[in-house]
Each structure stands twice: as C-alpha cells, then as structure tokens.
C-alpha cells in the first residue's frame, strides 16, 4: 500500500497529465462520430478477424444443414412467388336494372389446359365453386360459345366444349325461327354440323348459327358458327348443314362462365308441368 | 503577481479568438494550418506549477475545440505539448539554468534557443494534432508533410509575434 502511494505522489504530475489527456479521449470519442466509428472499427478488426478465422474452421461442420435450412427456404419463397398461385375469387360483374332483370352474370376465367384433337375434348378453367362455377353453366369465349362445365372442384372446372361427340348446343340460323342443334362429329375441330332444320327453311351459305336461348345454358343471340356446306339428304326432313365454327379452339384463351339466374326458377317449373304429365 | 494574471487572461482570450476567428480560416491549399494558440503555453513563465500547466492548456484547447466543433483534439495535442515543455525546457536550459525573472521569449533568450524551443513544442502539437484530425496512419506521409508546413507557418508566426514586444534595447 505504502508502495503504491509512493509511486502514485512520485508519478502524480504524470498521472494527471494521462487523466487530462484521458477526459480530451473522452471528449473527441463521445463529440466525434468519425474518430469513434474509426475506433470502434479498428478494434474490432482485430477481434473480428480472430473471429473469422475460428469461423473458417468450424463451419465445414454445419455444411450439411446449412444446405438443408438453404434448401427449405428455396422452398419456401419458390411458394410465395406469383407464378406459383392462382386466382381464387375472380373479377364478377354484375349490372343492376329497373327495366331488364338480369338473367345472365358472368365470370370470366382463363383456360389452363385444352385439347382438340380428342373425340371428347375438354377444357379446364382457373375457376372453381369459390368463384360461383357450378356444373352445368354455359362457357363462352369473346367470339362464341365454348361448351358447359362439366364438374368442379373449389378451384378449377372442368369444361365439355363443343368439341365433343355428346356435347349438343340449342342452335338456330340467324333471322330464322327453325330451331336446330350444333353437334360435332369428332373430326375436324374447326367444323360442327347443324342438325335439325327443316327442309323449307331458307338457308344460304355463309349464314350465321346463333344460340337460341332455349336451352337456359347461354344466352340467345351469341355467334357460334357460319354455314360452309348445305346438303338436302334424300329421304329425310332436315338438311345435313356443315359449319365452320367461329371459336378457334386451339387459341382460346379467356373465356366467360354463364350463370343464369333464373334458370332454378325455370327448371322447377318446367319438371313441374311433366310430372303433371306423368300423372295424367 | 496580479498583472501578470490579468495580462495571460486576456492574452488566453486573444489567442483563442485569432485562432477561431482569423486563422481556422486559414488553409492555403488544404496544407497550410496555422496554430498560434500555442503561443499560450510557450509564453508562461518558468515557475508556473506543473498542474496549473496542464490545467490551463487544457482550457486553452477546449476553448479552441469549443469553437472548432473539434472536440477533444486541440484539448489532447495542447496538454502533450504542455507536458512536453518541462522536459524541452530541462534539455535546452543554459548552463546556469532559468531565472525567476526570465520569461521565455525573445526579448530575455537568443534567437536559437527560442526557435528549438517553439519548434519542438510547435512540432509535438501539430504532429499530434493532424493525426488524431485523420485518425489514421494510412497516407501517413499526406499527414506528416501537412505537419511540417502548418508547424513552419505556426513557427514563423510565432517569431513575428515576438517582435511586437521586442524591446532592442532591453535585449541583454
């Protein structure tokens, strides 16, 4: 102790010299950020290298789950890119009028997977119950009908187009009261036949088939195909009519589902008036 | 006594406003830096107490750092350099050694003397000074030719300052 007194009143001068020296440190390290930051980087460089250097060695150990963690967040933002999602509620439009009650809603959707050259060809659409497709709704592209969905799950709907040997679509020649069908033979999917129209109706060729509205699905007046061939069978009633459709089925893309609104109501009545059929 | 105290209060207060006002505004080519405030601590007399050395340079530079928004860089460079002096004025004493009634100057030294005594102190200062200012000794010659010409400016304006008070015929 007395030694250490001793050299602390021996020293004195010097000692206060380092504390003054000391409180000007302080003073340039709190008031100077260059002169701290230089500081503080200089003195971990000397740490950080060590640092570096044991971390050079010991990381070989965790190669194989760094790889895995790497891995699994790959997987995790490969999730959350767009590509990887769909649409689940689509874009509906719905017009409100006093005059027109609306009949018709559509959906639109985008096609993800067709093909043509089957002889039954379907369509898969992006949409699903979520987005109000039901079995049975009428699809139908920019230019035309495409066909009616067949089933559905919450997020996609299989389509029967046109372009399928059972599909049968209401049809009529524009301007003409003779009602007729639109069926496809399952050749050439560019061209359908109109079925059932009487020989005394007037048809000329290129004549537009329209729907008729009829059949609830679609909506009347909606361009399916133009007429290309007229043939009069001997021995029957109807024309073998031939037409080329206006939907390239190879390049649909966007299509719209139809939802009637009033086609319960008009089910129900008509199921009515057969069963009171039925029972006579 | 008194006068004596009055006289270094108001040439402290002198310094520091020349050397905030006037001559920080001095920098000829990024090179050129001159201190006079050392002035200060070269011009005390010889028995000043040690402490009180250190105390006063201490002011001195926090004054100028208080000015310079440099804090603790002038404070650090003028307490080394007041430090520095008991040993600089220990190496270069006259053989019979310093007189109570001599103050550091040209009027009661020669010119040699006053020059290693303002030079080393000079140099010590600026050297610290311009060092701790960059903070690093990467373009460490940048700095040190730095040092060498703001001290040769500082020396030279400090013998100037010497000549206002030069009494020729006083000089012993």
Known sequence: MRNLLGFLSRNSFFLFFLFLEGIAALLLFQNNRFQRSEFLNSSNAASGSFYQLVNNATMYFDLAEINEQLAAENADLRRQLTGSKIEIFGKNFIINDTVYQQAYNFTEATVINSTVSKANNYITLNKGSFAGVEAGMGVIGPQGIIGIVKTVSTRFSSVMTVLHTQSKVSAKLKDQRYLGSLVWDGKDYQYGQLIDIPKNANVMLGDTVISSGYSSIFPTGINLATVTSIEKPEGKNFYDITVKLINDFKKIEKVYVVKNVLREEQDKLEAEAQEGDNND | ?172
């Open chain 2, 1 to 172: 006594m008194i006068r004596q105290i009055l006289t270094f209060t108001l040439l402290f207060l002198f310094l520091i406003a020349l050397q905030v006002l006037v001559l920080n505004n001095i920098q000829l080519g990024g090179y050129l830096n001159p201190y006079l405030y050392v002035l200060f601590v070269l011009l005390l007399p010889f028995d000043t107490p040690k402490w009180l050395l250190l105390i006063v340079a201490f002011a001195l530079g926090f004054g100028v750092d208080l000015f310079s928004s440099t804090m603790g860089m002038h404070t650090m460079a003028i307490v080394f350099m007041a430090f520095l002096r008991l040993g600089v004025l220990k190496l270069i004493a006259p053989r019979d050694g310093y007189d109570a009634s001599q103050k550091p100057g040209l009027q009661d030294f020669d010119f040699r003397w006053f020059l290693t005594y303002a030079s080393i102190l000079t140099f010590a200062h600026h050297f610290l000074l311009f060092f701790i200012e960059v903070f690093r000794f990467s373009d460490f010659f940048f700095t040190f030719s730095k040092v060498i010409t703001s001290s040769g400016f500082t020396i030279l304006l400090l013998l100037v300052s010497q000549l206002f008070n030069y009494n020729a015929q006083a000089k012993r």
